[in-house]
Nanobody
Framework: VYLEESGGGLVQPGGSLRLSCAAS????????MGWYRQAPGKQRELVAV???????TYSDSVKGRFTISMDNANNRAYLQMNSLKPEDTAVYYC??????????WGQGTQVTVSS
């Protein structure tokens, strides 16, 4: 399974970005798919994940500003990020888990929020 992210970049505070993730390879029986992020010197943390069992989960820090959407037929995930803040600066990783429990990660895309 290969995950490819796109859509990162530099944006001013208050701006918006849309991240995309495309999964390819032997993708079957997807249990969940979504986004994590890791800022310098911090642990990787959940941003938003869509699960076929648990529904959608958002980090408290992004609720009301970020929206995850899925194209299940094509194994794609999107993250619309609005009202971006400097503290949203991080490398954003696409995440996919299949029913066997196996987990996959993309290489990450940098999001920088700065004036």
């Amino acid at each position: 399974v290969y995950l490819e992210e796109s859509g990162g970049g530099l944006v001013q505070p208050g701006g918006s970005l849309r991240l995309s993730c495309a999964a390819s390879g032997s993708v079957f029986s997807v249990l969940s798919m979504g986004w994590y992020r890791q800022a310098p010197g911090k642990q990787r943390e959940l941003v938003a994940v869509s699960s076929s069992v648990d529904g959608t989960t958002y980090s408290d820090s992004v609720k009301g500003r970020f929206t995850i959407s899925m194209d299940n037929a094509n194994n794609r995930a999107y993250l619309q990020m609005n009202s971006l803040k400097p503290e949203d600066t991080a490398v954003y990783y696409c995440y996919l888990r299949i029913i066997t429990g196996a987990r996959y990660w993309g290489q990450g895309t940098q999001v920088t929020v700065s004036s």
